[in-house]
């Protein structure tokens, strides 16, 4: 059974913080891996993936990927009001035939 | 940006009817799915196609049943309503990884509420 374990929160950091979420999964062969941020009510919209260990930067969004610990992590900068959602994280292994494995999810909120 | 689109956006319906939930993508992708979702829950995968003619169930035991005629086009049926069925219904596409890293793309969902 593949599991992709997260923190459900809520997560609270102030604005302008950094604030840190963080993923695990169970299956060693897995090679892709995307973050998501649903806000409530709504369908979740992709922010971004990584296949490569180490770090990928995308404007305030940061993906950190360490397959030997099996864990992948988002890092928001200068978080905002407007980033407070949830932010699924989702993990699949190679080839067209897997679908992805979604966490539950850990609910971000940043206060003024 | 992605194009996939859900219809109706939200739906209140008796029990014993009989519904389909549309969804369509202009992408061009071959692989499509439909997700449950409860508010503040995980998502739930209950259908997969591969492409044309090709359907397969989720992890979610479903009543509903989908079909795949066309690739831009996965509906999905429900042949009588329950008030068990009440949720978010939500469609996503992706490509084949040998196109890109296989990331899905949502629809803004369907809101079923079953009275």
């Known amino acids: 059974q593949k599991e992709v374990e997260q923190n459900s929160g809520p997560l609270s950091v102030p604005e302008g913080a950094i604030a840190s979420l963080n993923c695990t999964y169970s299956?060693?062969?897995?090679?892709?891996f995307f973050w998501y941020r649903q806000y409530s009510g709504k369908s979740p919209e992709l922010i971004m993936f990584?296949?490569?260990?180490g770090d990928k930067e995308d404007g305030r969004f940061t993906a950190q990927l360490n397959k030997a610990s099996q864990y992948v992590s988002l890092l928001i900068r200068d978080s905002q009001p407007s980033d407070s959602a949830t932010y699924l994280c989702?993990?699949?292994?190679?080839?067209?035939?897997?679908?992805?494995?979604f966490g539950r999810g850990t609910s971000l909120i940043v206060h003024p | 940006e992605a194009d996939i689109y859900q219809t109706p956006r939200y739906l209140v319906i008796g029990t014993g009817k009989k519904i389909t939930l549309e969804c369509s993508q202009t992408?061009?992708?071959?692989?499509m799915y439909w997700y449950q979702q409860d508010p503040g829950m995980e998502l739930h995968l209950i259908h997969y196609?591969?492409?044309?003619?090709?359907?397969e169930k989720g992890d979610l035991s479903s009543e509903s049943t989908v079909s795949r005629i066309r690739t831009e086009h996965f509906p999905l049926t429900l042949e009588s309503a329950r008030p068990s069925h009440t949720s978010q219904y939500l469609c996503?596409?992706?490509?084949?990884?040998?196109?890109?890293?296989?990331?899905?793309?949502f629809g803004p969902g369907t809101r079923l509420t079953v009275t």
């Open positions: 196609s591969y492409g044309v003619n090709s359907t």
């Open positions: 992408m061009g992708h071959d692989k």
């Open positions: 989702a993990v699949k292994e190679p080839g067209g035939s897997y679908i992805p494995t």
């Open positions: 990584i296949y490569s260990n």
């Open positions: 996503a596409s992706s490509e084949y990884e040998r196109v890109s890293g296989g990331e899905q793309y």
């Open positions: 299956d060693r062969g897995s090679q892709s």
